[in-house]
């Protein structure tokens, strides 16, 4: 990558590099997996028809290929809202526009089990990240096209799922209701659980209310898939479901780029199947 770079409000190169993630307009898909793990991108990467690295900067791991033969790409974002917000305004100013975050999540609901997917319409801003954009009473929703496809995905796959509304946070531990170190455990970390368990509200996870934020804020399009591992009703921690959430992801990217090409041809501003009928 290039060493002088334009500007110091949108660092990037005369070729169109971007400063964190390292890539340029025509390195990625319009249809972005997102995961947190870098570890995690040549694993879902694995799935596809074909792929190759792009481009590995910090905590930013891009590989792009080609799913059932639809161009997508995938590209981590580190654990949390900041790293998560970078991301976005770097892959949407090179042509990205459509975001699925594929992850792991902490179930809060009876009646989930480790492995289980979890589909977010929404999310609660819990992150700090998010208030640095708009208001506190802005809301953090998926796109509604986004979600469908994923919960076709889900259902086309038959992987057993849930769809809920996530709260992210800051903090891993006392964000979600965990203890401190050293006993260190307030009671507004007590009560988090259970007034979020009341609320319906179905797990926990990092990401979900930066990247619905800044999604709808830039008329890009959001989704969230997240497997099960932390089942915070039972106490129980496994790693299971990454493949099905990173499958039911990409799934979703193939139905969704037929979506569009319907959309496209009939003219209309969404899409889906039953629009087919009129």
């Given at each position: 990558?290039?060493?002088?770079?334009?500007?110091?409000?949108?660092?990037?190169?005369?070729?169109?590099?971007?400063?964190?993630?390292?890539?340029?307009?025509?390195?990625?898909?319009?249809?972005?997996?997102?995961?947190g793990d870098p570890e995690r991108v040549p694993?879902?990467?694995?799935?596809?028809?074909?792929?190759?690295?792009?481009?590995?900067?910090?905590?930013?791991?891009?590989?792009?290929?080609?799913?059932?033969?639809?161009?997508?790409?995938?590209?981590?974002?580190?654990?949390?809202?900041?790293?998560?917000?970078?991301?976005?305004?770097?892959?949407?100013?090179?042509?990205?526009?459509?975001?699925?975050?594929?992850?792991?999540?902490?179930?809060?609901?009876?009646?989930?089990?480790?492995?289980?997917?979890?589909?977010?319409?929404?999310?609660?801003?819990?992150?700090?990240?998010?208030?640095?954009?708009?208001?506190?009473?802005?809301?953090?929703?998926?796109?509604?096209?986004?979600?469908?496809?994923?919960?076709?995905?889900?259902?086309?796959l038959g992987v057993r799922y849930h769809i809920?509304?996530?709260?992210?946070?800051?903090?891993?531990?006392?964000?979600?209701?965990?203890?401190?170190?050293?006993g260190y455990f307030p009671s507004f970390a007590?009560?988090?659980?259970?007034?979020?368990?009341?609320?319906?509200?179905?797990?926990?996870?990092?990401?979900?209310?930066?990247?619905?934020?800044?999604?709808?804020?830039?008329?890009?399009?959001?989704?969230?898939?997240?497997?099960?591992?932390?089942?915070?009703?039972?106490?129980?921690?496994?790693?299971?479901?990454?493949?099905?959430?990173?499958?039911?992801?990409?799934?979703?990217?193939?139905?969704?780029?037929?979506?569009?090409?319907?959309?496209?041809?009939?003219?209309?501003?969404?899409?889906?199947?039953?629009?087919?009928?009129?």
């Amino acid at each position: 990558m290039g060493e002088k770079f334009l500007s110091a409000e949108r660092p990037q190169t005369e070729e169109g590099y971007q400063y964190h993630i390292a890539c340029k307009p025509g390195d990625v898909a319009r249809y972005v997996l997102l995961p947190g793990d870098p570890e995690r991108v040549p694993k879902i990467s694995s799935l596809w028809d074909e792929a190759k690295e792009i481009a590995f900067h910090r905590e930013y791991r891009t590989h792009t290929g080609k799913y059932k033969g639809v161009p997508i790409s995938v590209t981590s974002t580190g654990i949390g809202g900041p790293s998560t917000a970078i991301a976005i305004e770097e892959l949407a100013a090179i042509g990205a526009d459509t975001f699925i975050r594929v992850g792991s999540t902490g179930a809060i609901q009876p009646g989930m089990e480790i492995g289980d997917l979890i589909i977010a319409k929404a999310a609660v801003r819990l992150e700090g990240t998010s208030k640095q954009y708009v208001r506190i009473e802005y809301p953090a929703v998926a796109d509604l096209e986004v979600t469908l496809a994923l919960i076709e995905a889900a259902e086309t796959l038959g992987v057993r799922y849930h769809i809920g509304i996530t709260a992210s946070t800051d903090s891993f531990y006392l964000g979600q209701g965990r203890p401190g170190l050293n006993g260190y455990f307030p009671s507004f970390a007590k009560n988090i659980l259970d007034d979020l368990r009341q609320a319906r509200v179905t797990n926990f996870e990092m990401e979900a209310a930066t990247l619905y934020t800044l999604a709808n804020i830039y008329g890009l399009r959001a989704g969230c898939v997240c497997a099960v591992f932390a089942n915070r009703v039972t106490n129980e921690f496994g790693k299971a479901g990454e493949k099905e959430a990173a499958l039911v992801a990409s799934e979703a990217v193939k139905i969704l780029a037929e979506w569009d090409e319907e959309k496209e041809q009939k003219g209309k501003k969404v899409w889906f199947p039953g629009l087919r009928r009129l």
